[in-house]
């Protein structure tokens, strides 16, 4: 019984000598790609650039609108606010770097006028510990005191307690948790609406320098798993066949980003471990057809390495192409469906997945190809020079 194909097996369609067309094609899109990285830049989610998520859960009643003004009204002027999931659901997605009601600027404020009581040694605020800070004065202080002159700056709920031993002047302040400011200004704004049909049901909060540290990190990790690809390819095959691997799984990450730009995707965690899967799917597909390559050419005979490449094209053309369309249909179903980070997810997925099956065909096995005619040129080079060497050496 014949298997079913959506490319004939042995078809001999000239798709190598499509090579310098899809390679301008590529050039061009992998220089727009590096472009909108520059200029516009990705759009980094929480995890990377720091601040706070939170998922409310309103009366479907409620439009974007209210929401956003409700934000803006507890403080939230920078709040991104989307739906999240159905619009009969009443849950919002909000999004801002606000990580506490303490920031950079009003810490300066509050040290004025902490100062202006005398005798202030130190005030110590961190921005990974953003709703706590160290004061040590030289002299004791009333408790009531530093708390009126912290509340003078415009803050609420402001709790100060002595720190250290009792003759030490050491004083700790906590400042309102964001959580409580949020879900009680939500609660204000839209009362039963907010607090009967669920409320505040997710908050997430993540600092600058952890989300920096998370940031750098998930560049690391595509690195390293594109030099630890190179390696394993070049034990797999031969050095003839890295940089075409390698070469496909760089074009495939640049242009995914650059579409992510385009489309305004947030890179997130789930995000990054979506392009790991890109070059993962991407591999699989290149690996396949480098071994079809490598099988025909130990029985090529004296057939130019061009052909049998296009040749190994054809015959794995079949494969790659349903095994694409299956796994785009599954992951096509969850970006209809799904909501949030979860679509952002199988967007990313899909994207890669057409990337990548254009890639191991139309880049992988060209670079290939160029690689074997640099290292034949080279090696002709360097059998000229040892020859010229050697008439040097024979006529002294």
Same mark, same amino acid.
């Given at each position: 019984?014949?298997?079913f194909?959506?490319?004939?097996?042995?078809?001999?369609?000239d798709i190598?000598g499509?090579?310098?067309?899809?390679?301008?094609?590529s050039?061009v899109?992998?220089?727009?790609s590096?472009?909108l990285?520059?200029?516009?830049?990705?759009k980094w989610?929480?995890d990377?650039?720091?601040?706070t998520e939170?998922?409310?859960?309103?009366?479907?009643?409620v439009?974007?609108?209210e929401?956003?003004?409700a934000a803006?009204?507890i403080?939230?002027?920078?709040?991104?606010?989307?739906?999240?999931?159905?619009?009969?659901?009443?849950?919002f997605m909000?999004?801002?770097?606000e990580?506490s009601?303490v920031?950079?600027?009003k810490?300066e404020?509050?040290r004025?006028?902490l100062d202006?009581?005398g005798?202030l040694d130190?005030?110590?605020?961190?921005?990974?510990?953003?709703?706590?800070m160290d004061?040590?004065f030289?002299?004791q202080?009333?408790?009531?005191q530093?708390e009126e002159?912290i509340?003078?700056?415009g803050?609420?709920?402001?709790?100060?307690?002595?720190?250290?031993?009792?003759e030490?002047?050491?004083?700790t302040?906590?400042?309102?948790d964001?959580?409580?400011?949020?879900r009680?200004?939500?609660?204000q704004?839209?009362g039963?609406?907010?607090?009967?049909a669920g409320?505040?049901e997710?908050l997430e909060?993540?600092?600058p320098r952890?989300?920096?540290?998370?940031?750098n990190?998930?560049?690391?990790?595509?690195?390293?798993?594109l030099?630890?690809?190179?390696?394993y390819i070049w034990f797999?095959?031969?050095i003839r066949?890295?940089?075409?691997?390698v070469?496909?799984?760089?074009?495939d990450v640049t242009?995914a *980003?650059?579409l992510f730009?385009?489309?305004? &995707?947030?890179?997130? /965690?789930?995000i990054?471990?979506? =392009?790991l899967? #890109? %070059?993962g799917?991407?591999?699989n597909d290149?690996?396949?057809l480098?071994?079809?390559i490598r099988e025909?050419?130990d029985?090529?005979?004296?057939?130019p390495?061009i052909?049998v490449v296009n040749?190994?094209?054809n015959?794995t053309?079949s494969?790659?192409?349903i095994?694409s369309l299956?796994?785009? *249909?599954?992951?096509?179903m969850?970006?209809? &469906?799904?909501?949030g /980070?979860?679509?952002d997810?199988a =967007?990313?997925l #899909? %994207?890669?997945?057409?990337?990548g099956t254009?890639?191991?065909?139309?880049?992988a096995?060209p670079?290939?190809?160029?690689?074997d005619g640099y290292l034949?040129?080279?090696?002709?080079?360097?059998?000229?020079?040892?020859k010229?060497?050697a008439?040097?050496?024979a006529?002294?």
């Open positions: 019984m014949k298997m194909q959506i490319y004939p097996y042995d078809a001999q369609n190598i499509k090579r310098k067309i899809t390679g301008i094609i050039i899109l992998m220089i727009a590096v472009v990285l520059a200029t516009i830049g990705p989610g929480i990377f650039r720091g601040g939170l998922i409310i859960k309103v009366d479907p009643s439009t974007d609108d929401v956003r003004e803006a009204s403080g939230l002027t920078d709040a991104s606010v989307q739906r999240y999931g159905a619009e009969s659901e009443g849950r909000i999004q801002t770097q990580v009601v920031d950079e600027v810490v404020e509050i004025g006028a202006a009581l005798d130190a005030a110590i605020w961190d921005e990974e510990q953003p709703d706590r004061l040590r030289s002299a202080k009333d408790t009531a530093i002159a509340v003078a700056t803050l609420t709920r402001v709790s100060v307690e002595t720190a250290g031993q009792a030490e002047a050491f004083y302040v906590r400042f309102q964001l959580q409580n400011i949020i009680e200004g939500f609660a704004a839209f039963e609406k907010f607090t009967e409320g505040l997710r909060t993540v600092g952890a989300g920096e540290q998370l940031r990190s998930g560049l690391v990790s595509i690195i390293v798993a030099l630890a690809i190179l390696v797999r095959f031969d066949y890295s940089p075409g691997a070469g496909a799984l760089a074009h242009i *980003l650059g730009v385009v489309l305004q &995707i947030e890179i997130s /965690l789930p990054i471990a979506a =392009v899967t #890109i %070059i799917y991407s591999l290149t690996i396949v480098f071994d079809r025909d050419l029985r090529a005979g004296t057939k390495l052909e040749e190994a094209m015959e053309l494969r790659t192409l095994t299956t796994t785009l *249909l599954a992951v096509t969850i970006a209809i &469906i799904g909501t /980070l979860i679509q997810f =967007v990313a #899909i %994207i890669g997945i057409v990337i254009y890639s191991s065909i139309f880049i096995a670079l290939m190809v160029r690689m034949k040129e080279r090696r002709k080079a360097q059998v000229l020079l040892d010229a060497d008439d040097q050496g006529s002294v």
